[in-house]
């Protein structure tokens, strides 16, 4: 696995964050709202990160980061496209740049133009601070997410309850993936910078183990993989069977595991998995959760066997062939 050192692409990570925040809440105020906020998020794509269709009217648009063009291509379903470099700029030329041509396609949008989740809120529009865009980094960046996002797809595959996509949040910049029990929580005391209230508590209206993967921040300056329960039931920080290098981080409250410990591990994927599963098992029964319910179906066993042909099963087929 490629190496994601924090503080080399700190200032192009800082760049993309605000970028992603803006095509984010582009089809956050044209999407219906889904519970937790899912209309709005994007997705690994095999060229970048995407927000797939977006409803305007009669009609649907998408908005992709393309890493290996180094474009933000804009198209629309009644033939419509225009294709903006990605290079360093500052946050309020960016802006302007995607609200041309959105206006020229004649798509409507009205948002907050203020980042969320972010200390410095300062609005899009008049954030003209020269920004670095390095190309090789954020290409980095988006390569070393395609490998997780196949992990964090077949670790929601296998659970029958509710869960959300894998899919990337532009507030938090983090790819993300989530299991609930089916009951709800208590009320979450919110309390996030800069994101409305009840925003956070319709996000944990109910009890979740969530996972995901982010590059760092300043209080944790390290790309890791985490997971955390809400409401964390007692006990949750006593998992036993963690990877290697694993840990619960006490102010965080959450379980972390290093990337840079997977990128070293002879089995990247498998450690991935082991840690996702461990810290959902210890939230699962230390909650009560159902599992029976959420996790066993003898129909989807074998619907997975006669048709999920899994990357290495192709492989030794072909070793058989040979």
């Known amino acids: ?7 080399s692409w700190k200032n192009t990570y800082e760049t993309m964050h605000r970028w992603v925040q803006i095509v984010g809440k582009v089809r956050l105020c044209k999407d219906p709202w889904l519970n937790h906020s899912w209309h709005s998020t994007l997705y690994v794509t095999p060229r970048g990160l995407g927000t797939s269709a977006i409803n305007d009217g009669d009609r649907c648009f998408s908005i992709d980061f393309d890493f290996i063009d180094q474009k933000l291509k804009i198209v629309t379903s009644d033939g419509r496209g225009e294709e903006l470099d990605l290079l360093s700029e500052s946050v309020a030329s960016f802006y302007g740049r995607v609200m041309d041509v959105l206006d020229r396609f004649g ?6 133009p203020k980042p969320n989740e972010l200390a410095d809120a300062t609005p899009f529009p008049e954030d003209d601070r020269p920004r ?6 954020a290409r980095r960046f988006w390569q070393v997410l395609v490998p997780i996002n196949n992990v964090f797809k077949e670790f929601r595959s296998e ?4 869960a959300s996509p ?11 993936v989530s299991r609930f029990s089916g009951r709800v929580a208590p009320q979450h005391p919110a309390g996030y910078p800069n994101i409305p209230e009840v ?4 996000a944990y209206s109910h009890e979740v183990s969530s996972a995901g993967f982010w590059p760092g921040n300043e209080m944790y300056p390290h790309a890791a993989f985490y997971s955390y329960a809400y409401p964390e039931p007692h006990g949750f920080a006593k998992a036993t069977d963690l990877p290697k290098g694993a840990f619960f981080h006490p102010d965080l409250k959450e379980y972390i595991l290093p990337y840079e410990e997977v990128r070293h ?9 082991q840690f996702l599963e461990e810290t959902y098992s210890v939230a699962a029964d230390l909650g009560h959760w159902d599992r029976d319910v959420l996790e066993r179906s003898p129909y989807l066993d074998v619907c997975r066997r006669m048709f999920h042909k899994p990357h290495g099963d192709i492989e030794r087929r072909r070793d058989r062939l040979i």
């Open 1 to 7: 696995m490629l190496e994601l050192d924090y503080a």
């Open 107 to 112: 798509i409507e949008v009205g948002f907050d």
């Open 132 to 137: 670095v865009y390095d190309r090789d980094q």
């Open 159 to 162: 659970f029958l309850g509710k």
């Open 166 to 176: 894998v899919h990337f949040f532009w507030g938090s910049f983090d790819l993300a």
């Open 199 to 202: 925003v956070v508590r319709e």
């Open 265 to 273: 591990a002879r089995e990247p994927s498998r450690m991935i998995k």
